[in-house]
């Protein structure tokens, strides 16, 4: 039982490097997201999806960009780190259908660093 | 909108002393769902309860229970008889069933129990 699989946990990146995280889930969960959490601070939704082929956009999108090909990956890519990207990332999913949601799925979040 | 309110950002107690922890939120949708988190200081997201807006019951797991009060838009958590192993970060969220069932979380509030 894997559940949500995040790479890599932890990255140093240079200021204009791009970087892709990659998250798995294997729940046939329909609903994924990515959060970022600064130090000490709450959980920011960054974009999230609800099901293959459609993403969109949460709380904190810019700098970041997302795909859904398949039910079960949502790789978060970054462009051009910045330090203010400096943060760790946290991979979710959840389930719904009709009425019935279930909670979020979290994967162990990688730490990125941006220097 | 949908949103969650947590507006103790940091709390503290002495061990063994009991404590609550607010959540309000805001929904206009029928049917929803509440959760809680926990974020120990390792970092890991642990899921506490789910609770369907349609279940009023409140809800004791040990020295944990959670009070749900549809009339104030609140789902507060109590822990009973805290212990140094609760300190963390707890984190309130909503997804709604009809609207937008993403989960959206507040900001948190950290626990620190003092020995």
């Known amino acids: 039982n894997a559940g949500v699989t995040q790479t890599p946990k932890f990255r140093i990146l240079k200021i204009g490097q791009s970087m892709t995280l990659q998250c798995t889930q294997d729940?046939?969960?329909?609903?994924m997201y990515w959060y970022r959490q600064d130090p000490g601070m709450g959980l920011k939704l960054i974009y999230y999806?609800?099901?293959?082929?459609?993403?969109d956009k949460g709380e904190v999108p810019n700098g970041y960009n997302v795909s859904r090909s398949t039910t079960e990956d949502f790789p978060l890519r970054l462009e051009l780190a910045a330090p203010s990207q400096t943060s760790v990332y946290f991979c979710?999913?959840?389930?719904?259908?009709?009425?019935?949601?279930?909670?979020?799925?979290f994967g162990q979040g990688t730490r990125l660093t941006v220097v | 909108a949908q949103k969650v309110t947590q507006a103790q950002t940091e709390i503290s107690v002495v061990e063994k002393e009991d404590v609550t922890l607010d959540c309000v939120y805001e929904?206009?949708?029928?049917?929803?769902?509440l959760f809680w988190y926990k974020q120990p200081p390792s970092g890991e997201l642990v899921f506490l309860i789910r609770?369907?807006?349609?279940?009023?019951q409140n809800e004791i797991s040990g020295r944990y229970s959670w009070n749900f009060q549809k009339s104030t838009s609140s789902f507060n958590f109590t822990i009973t008889a805290s212990q140094v192993v609760d300190s963390a970060v707890y984190f309130c969220?909503?997804?709604?069933?009809?609207?937008?069932?993403?989960?959206?979380f507040g900001k948190g509030t950290r626990l620190h129990i003092l020995p």
């Open positions: 979710a999913s959840s389930y719904t259908e009709g009425t019935l949601n279930t909670e979020a799925f």
């Open positions: 609770r369907n807006s349609f279940d009023e």
């Open positions: 929904t206009r949708d029928t049917t929803y769902y």
């Open positions: 729940m046939n969960h329909n609903y």
């Open positions: 999806s609800v099901g293959a082929g459609i993403t």
């Open positions: 969220a909503l997804s709604e069933a009809y609207r937008d069932d993403k989960i959206i």
